[in-house]
């Protein structure tokens, strides 16, 4: 991380960004409850206080954590743009270079360790369903929007659990490519074919 | 529930199952960490050292709480004895027949979401992959039957979540008729179709 040091605190940013860092790694590991101020500030080797000084209470530091570096919103872009036709491998490419991120996948995962909240299954309807797929499956023009990327979620979800937050092999080794020529088919199956 | 009382104490039977019905209950929405046998015994209208004396350690009740009421070895056996033809389908049924049915359901439920600790992730991985579906994929003499059975625990895993964990609608209030018509070809690819 380089940043202009000129005109702040020396150490400032630095010390911030390793708060956050711990802050994901725990939070990520742990959940929010089973997360303390103080085990991120001993994580980042720095005093409770400053934890606090710099991001405010354990709920603002859960959210400063949970910041997702890429905007959904934004990287479905490319998905949407392209029409139906191969959706189904542009959403599982976009899926997977998010998910095989480290940075963005920390905070996701703390996303999904929060469903055993019933706060934490809202934020994961809210924010995976309704914010992301939701407007993808409108965009797209499809018929039954709402069911056909609820059949697509059933899916990502699914791995999510499995490669990322199980690790179970050979799923959780296997390369992008081999994924995305496995699941594509079935998500476009999902997206254009027939319903029962 | 009937039972016999003669030679037992008054009550004993319906006190030891009001318990394990309120555990059921309270772990499967709020997680082993989350629920404590003062909130069991409260539940359950009775005292926790009533608690204690019926199932020794909140680890034990949690144990007996979890049990499962079909035993998911005896419920494969049909898919199994099928051959892979039409395995697919068969995997959907059994599925929705444990997961649709509240006691079965319930402890399963706990199950997940204790995937928020290391052990309740070691405990998933065991209980439903390797003592599960691994078997499974072994004795209908799969090529790769890790590999193509951690592919249908991939989707079946996600049904779980958005069905019966957040409750996702169209998904949640699918009849099971509709829901094997959609899944089956999937699983059924997965079991015998072509891998990248």
Redesign the interface.
């Known amino acids: 991380m380089t940043t202009t040091r000129r005109g702040r605190r020396p150490g400032a940013p630095d010390t911030r960004a390793a708060i956050l860092a711990a802050a994901r790694e725990l939070f990520a590991a742990?959940?929010h409850?089973?997360t303390s101020v103080r085990a991120v500030a001993a994580a980042a080797g720095v005093d409770a206080a400053l934890v606090h000084h710099y991001f405010g209470t354990k709920d603002d530091l859960f959210l400063a954590a949970l910041a997702v570096r890429v905007d959904p919103r934004t990287a479905m872009i490319p998905v949407i743009e392209g029409g139906v036709e191969g959706a189904g491998e542009r959403i599982m490419r976009v899926f997977l270079e998010v998910w095989d991120d480290e940075e963005s996948r920390l905070p996701l995962l703390a996303l999904f360790?929060g469903?055993?909240?019933p706060g934490g299954?809202q934020l994961?309807?809210d924010g995976f369903?309704r914010m992301v797929l939701g407007p993808v499956g409108q965009a797209l023009g499809l018929d039954e929007p709402?069911?056909r990327m609820?059949?697509v979620?059933?899916?990502?979800?699914?791995?999510v659990?499995?490669?990322y937050?199980?690790v179970?092999?050979?799923?959780a080794s296997a390369p992008p490519?081999?994924l995305v020529?496995?699941y594509a088919?079935?998500l476009q199956?999902y997206l254009d074919g027939p319903?029962?």
């Open positions: 742990s959940g409850a089973g360790r469903i055993v909240e299954r994961l309807r369903l709402d069911r609820t059949l979620a059933s899916q990502l979800v699914g791995i659990m499995l490669r937050l199980l179970v092999e050979p799923l490519d081999v020529a496995t088919p079935v199956g319903l029962p």
